[in-house]
């Protein structure tokens, strides 16, 4: 097997494990914002593999293994980590989070369906490997990301 796929595999293994440890005690509000972070963050390390990808040498199986993952975040319900006490530091928790994302539940709701269609896409032209069809479909999913950010994250 591939490296890269034992990585992803092993990645998403250690998030489900640390996900089942937090499940427990998930209700804390820092426990929240740091098991969202690490969602956030385990994706655009993804998103940078993809990245490199379609800048240098086109591995078709890395690209694949890292939509996948992209995917299975995006669809895994990262809203239920925006629970209430979220919103703000907590000690040495920090957000970036705006106080919108959890009052305009309409605009949350209609950004976070784009990402999941776009990663999804985004998942399923990675299976076929076409490098061009998979750069637009990346574009995609960085466009839906940028207008989260733009809405609902402090810089």
């Keep these: 097997m591939n490296k890269m796929i034992q990585f992803t595999i092993a990645g998403l293994l250690g998030l489900g494990i640390v996900t089942a440890a937090v499940a427990a005690d998930i209700t804390r509000p820092e426990e929240q914002i740091l098991t969202r972070q690490a969602g956030y963050k385990f994706m655009a390390w993804n998103m940078g593999k993809i990245k490199a990808n379609l800048a ?3 591995n078709q199986q890395q690209v694949k293994a ?4 992209i995917a299975a975040i995006a669809n895994s319900g990262m809203g239920a980590l925006y629970g209430p006490g979220t919103d703000k530091n907590i000690g040495t928790v920090e957000t970036r989070a705006k ?3 959890f009052t305009d539940k309409e605009k949350v709701i209609e950004l976070a369906r784009q990402f999941v269609t776009a990663a999804n ?3 399923e032209i ?3 490997g076409d490098k061009d ?10 466009q839906s ?3 989260c950010h733009d809405k609902f994250r402090a810089d």
């Design 56 to 58: 240098g040498d086109y």
């Design 66 to 69: 890292a939509a996948n993952t």
């Design 99 to 101: 106080a919108d994302i």
């Design 121 to 123: 896409q985004l998942a």
């Design 126 to 128: 990675a299976t076929n």
């Design 133 to 142: 069809a998979v750069k637009q479909a990346f574009g995609q999913v960085g």
């Design 145 to 147: 990301c940028k207008s």
